[in-house]
């Protein structure tokens, strides 16, 4: 299971501060719960976004350096093909 940790002053920060148990039950909970979890998922969303963005910055420098190795070799070969001794 996968938790957040929040700060003291934003652990309820999303709750409704006038919002008492009754009024949560009442009908306007549907509309208070949403807003709850409206809040909730775009932080989880922007977090993720942070992951993504650091995943695919990684990804990208991999992709260069697999393609610089792939030069190099593909020159190594060249290289051996053409030299004097076709092993080295």
């Known amino acids: 299971m996968y938790s957040f940790n929040f700060d003291a002053d934003e652990t309820w920060a999303i709750w409704p501060k006038k919002l008492s148990l009754l009024e949560f039950t009442s ?41 610089e190795l792939e030069t190099a070799l593909n020159s190594y070969q060249k290289m051996v093909e053409v030299g004097d001794d076709f092993v080295r």
């Not at 807003?35 to 998922?41: K, S, W």
């Open 27 to 67: 009908q306007r909970s549907s509309m208070i719960i949403k807003q709850v979890f409206r809040h909730f998922f775009d932080t989880v969303r922007d977090k993720l976004d942070t992951v993504k963005d650091g995943i695919l910055n990684h990804t990208s420098a991999l992709i260069d350096k697999i393609n």
